[in-house]
């Protein structure tokens, strides 16, 4: 199996290498993690567009060396015009999940850009605009390899959103696209490259503005210029939970980084000292904890706005403990449970002075709405198909901030190193944290080894509608079988499922040592100096 990439002059982990080598870059000339991300991130929404665009949204972590970690929340709330009884009208009993009336909510991660290089100046930065745009640029204008991931999407979703304005002349002009195809996108090379010399304050209050705004009405979005105009990612502090190995750090609500610190921290006073890495308690441990936290969080988070507790409130000892109580080490508890699809990237960098960035971008689901601004290029997200119509923390109003599966980590360790870790994969983003996470930090495993050992994934994601624990066919047969006798419903899948998402990771150790993973299950790859 392969180990860890090891560096000492910075690194980048991404989904596919372009993006990591963008990123890599930026540091070899000079600059810092945070504007290498800038650049990583323009790149992977042009190479890896079945997975993320900017159209979409985008949440941060960034920690300095000996401080805590900060958040950007860069996510757009529903725009002005929707409420529930606005589906209504129209014949809809949910929200749509493709199509203009699934384009509902602002595009946030350029405004978490913004946010980034105000960040990335604090530490002295001074990449222009235009640099961190550059291999975006060319790539969006040169054209990319059709990858593995994107063909097979493309054609499994294709019934789906070939209705959707835009999508087939961006992504299956020719036809369905095979691999090695060249895929071109002029028009989004025209806008990365505009918002490299006008600035990215542009997307939303500027010409690249006006005409995603003229584009998604003409098709028949909710969307108006006013929603755009309104918008501003926020800098925030992100939530926390103390363990036994150190601090980890994930993202505020409406994010489900509540749940992946929830799991931690339920596995953590689960008193396991004797298990064994990948054995029993190890596995059924992890996810028990996963249904007790995916339990609160159903129950509890949704635009922060309108939560009726502080989400801090289910990291406390006491909230901890009690749930972990109510944990059976012998008997898996009954699990039928609605989970949360999802499609993202997560990017990973740490520079040569300590600055650590964990990075997530998304469009929902697969291609997300389906739609692509013609003159702009812009594939828009989905995310606002998340919503719910009926009464609720996720109900559907105007400017207010749909349910989100994204939650970068990052964690600050006992013996003074730093993870900055994450993946994509909706529901199962908690669960594959948790799995890297305990493999690396609790049980010493190579960081690398730790990504792609087999995983689990509980619950549905990737449009498959069972609830039962599915298992990579890699785990040993006996750990198989103690789990179905414990009364968990094991379903076995192919030994690197897209479906368990595509991870990464990087530990920066306390002597400067930088070790980074990328998934075997992705296209992506380590980029170092």
Not at 33 to 42: D, N, P, R, T
Not at 411 to 438: H, K
Request: aromatic residues 6%; hydrophobic residues 40%; contains cysteine.
């Amino acid at each position: 199996m392969l180990r860890s990439r090891t560096a000492l002059g910075g690194m980048v982990t991404a989904p596919h290498h372009l993006a990591a080598e963008a990123g890599r870059d930026i540091l070899r000339e000079g600059g810092n993690a945070v504007e290498a991300m800038i650049a990583a991130a323009a790149t992977i929404a042009v190479v890896y567009p079945h997975m993320n665009a900017i159209g979409g949204d985008g949440f941060w972590l960034v920690a300095e060396p000996g401080k805590d970690p900060v958040a950007i929340r860069a996510c757009g709330g529903a725009a002005g015009l929707v409420t529930p009884d606005f589906y209504r009208e129209q014949g809809h009993a949910a929200i749509p999940a493709r199509g203009p009336m699934a384009a509902l909510t602002v595009a946030g991660a350029i405004g978490g850009w913004i946010k980034a290089a105000e960040v990335a100046a604090s530490l002295g930065g001074k990449m222009p605009h235009s640099r961190l745009m550059a291999d975006a640029v060319h790539h969006a204008k040169t054209g990319v390899p059709i990858t593995k991931s994107q063909s097979e999407l493309t054609k499994s979703k294709m019934p789906e959103l070939e209705n959707s304005p835009g999508f087939v002349e961006t992504y299956a002009a020719n036809g369905l696209p095979a691999i090695g195809d060249v895929l071109s996108q002029p028009a989004l090379g025209a806008t990365l490259e505009h918002l490299g010399r006008a600035g990215f304050d542009d997307f939303y209050r500027g010409d690249i503005a006006r005409s995603n705004a003229l584009g998604l009405e003409a098709v028949g979005s909710p969307i108006r210029l006013a929603d755009l105009e309104g918008y501003h990612a926020k800098i925030m502090t992100p939530l926390s939970v103390k363990l036994s190995s150190g601090t980890v750090f994930n993202m505020v609500p409406p994010t489900q980084g509540v749940a992946s610190l929830m799991i931690l921290g339920l596995y953590d006073r689960l008193g396991l000292g004797t298990a064994q890495r990948d054995g029993f308690d190890h596995i059924h441990g992890l996810v028990e904890a996963t249904k007790r936290a995916f339990l609160k969080r159903d129950a509890h988070v949704g635009d922060p706005d309108r939560m009726s507790i502080d989400p801090m409130t289910l990291l406390s000892d006491e909230m901890l403990a009690a749930e972990a109580a109510k944990i059976d080490m012998k008997t898996a508890l009954p699990w039928p449970h609605v989970a949360k699809p999802g499609d993202t990237i997560w990017v990973g960098a740490v520079d040569a002075n300590g600055v650590a960035v964990s990075y997530i971008q998304s469009i929902f689901w697969e291609f997300g709405s389906g739609i692509v601004v013609p003159e702009t290029g812009v594939l828009w997200q989905n995310r606002g198909s998340s919503f719910t119509l009926h009464d609720g923390p996720n109900q559907l109003g105007p400017g207010r901030l749909p349910f989100h599966t994204l939650n970068p980590a990052l964690a600050r360790l006992n013996d003074g190193s730093v993870l900055t870790y994450g993946t994509m994969g909706g529901e199962g983003q908690p669960q594959t944290q948790s799995a890297i996470f305990t493999r690396n930090v609790m049980f010493g495993q190579d960081l690398q080894e730790a990504v792609s050992a087999p995983r689990w994934l509980l619950g549905k994601t990737w449009g498959d509608d069972t609830t039962t624990l599915k298992l990579e066919n890699r785990f040993d047969p006996a750990l198989i079988e103690q789990l179905k006798s414990a009364g968990h419903t094991v379903e076995l899948v192919g030994p690197y499922e897209d479906m368990m998402g595509h991870a990464g990771g990087i530990r920066l150790r306390k002597g400067g040592v930088m070790e980074g993973a990328s998934d075997p299950r992705a296209d992506g790859a380590v980029a170092a100096l």
